[in-house]
């Protein structure tokens, strides 16, 4: 692992379906479905490409003290950082697997998430862990957990702390050489599990064949949940128990709902704004729901967007969307 603090890297603009606005170059387009949309994100507000030219983008993160961006590129071993002083830069490399190359196709790390310490909490595909990093790293990277009951964890994915400081992460094998076939796999089943703050790591469901994005509703008595199967691409919403643990899920909105727009949409990343609108990614975007389910509208790059999050002053919506990493202006702010 290496701390990188080097030159910005350039933006490697889109060579189609674009139109510059000043000095930024926009994409895509808000598909307003109910006229509520348009309280949540104004009539003309265009998608900015901030920078473009990478793998596969994940699990970006609003780090608020220090004013900057943290996303993944899965495919690289890389976390980059934007801020909009100071433009990308590399925050991280050679990070996600330290074993021996090729491993998988996406052997870096996914989503990552802050404490309520300030720290710096990385799903590592390739070695398999939930790690923790100090964000003004002293003593480096150290494992946070990477096994249940003694068998290897899959390669957590996106990982959500709780007001209590318990962090909760979903492990589905999409970071293994042969995903849920591969010979090295020791947990047979795709969990979503809890750390509790006391250290003890607990089982939560197992019910899911591909457990992805999570995200707490405001009051935190809601665990929502997508499922980014193929065949059965959905978001559940559980209902969160006084000690933490999760009762019986419910489908909260099926994805087969929204026709597919490109062949890898599935349901993926999700957040949360403060009135409880539901900012998830699937079939065609990003996908806006009311606290009932209830289809607002998508906002679409043309590009498959893996997840989101929530920066500057909170209502600017950034999005990790395949090779680009883009943003919106909103009239609400996420939780």
Not at 45 to 61: C, D, Q, R, W, Y
Not at 77 to 91: A, E, M, N, V
Not at 121 to 148: Q, W, Y
Not at 241 to 246: E, H, K, P, S, T
Request: with cysteine.
């Amino acid at each position: 692992m290496q701390l990188g603090c080097g030159a910005p890297i350039l933006a490697q603009l889109p060579q189609k379906g674009n139109a510059k606005q000043g000095s930024m170059t926009t994409i895509g387009e808000v598909i307003r479905i109910d006229a509520r949309l348009n309280q949540l994100i104004p009539v003309g507000a265009t998608i900015e490409v901030i920078g473009s030219g990478f793998g596969h983008l994940e699990g970006p993160v609003w780090v608020r003290d220090s004013v900057m961006l943290l996303f993944s590129d899965s495919e690289h071993q890389t976390i980059y950082r934007w801020s909009p002083s100071k433009g990308l830069s590399k925050f991280l490399t050679e990070t996600g697997y330290t074993g021996r190359l090729p491993y998988s196709k996406e052997p870096g790390t996914n989503g990552l998430a802050i404490t309520r310490e300030g720290h710096l909490l990385i799903c590592e595909h390739g070695d398999r862990r939930v790690a923790i990093l100090p964000m003004t790293p002293k003593n480096g990277k150290r494992t946070l957990t990477d096994s249940f009951e003694g068998k290897r964890l899959n390669s957590p994915n996106d990982v959500v702390v709780h007001s209590s400081g318990s962090v909760y992460f979903t492990d589905p094998p999409y970071g293994l050489p042969k995903r849920e076939k591969d010979s090295t796999r020791e947990t047979p089943f795709s969990g979503v599990y809890r750390l509790a703050s006391t250290g003890r790591l607990a089982l939560l469901t197992r019910d899911l064949n591909w457990p992805n994005g999570l995200a707490f509703s405001p009051d935190e008595q809601t665990l929502y949940l997508t499922e980014s199967d193929s065949l059965n691409s959905r978001i559940m919403a559980y209902p969160v128990r006084a000690d933490g643990d999760l009762g019986k899920g419910k489908v909260f909105f099926e994805m087969s709902n929204v026709p597919k727009q490109l062949p890898n949409d599935r349901a993926d990343g999700l957040k949360v704004d403060r009135d409880g609108n539901v900012w998830a990614t699937g079939h065609g975007g990003v996908l806006i729901l009311t606290p009932t389910g209830v289809l607002l509208g998508r906002i679409s790059t043309g590009e498959t967007i893996a997840n989101v999050a929530w920066g500057d002053d909170g209502s600017t919506l950034y999005m990790a969307s395949g090779p680009y990493l883009c943003r919106i202006r909103t009239s609400v702010k996420g939780w």
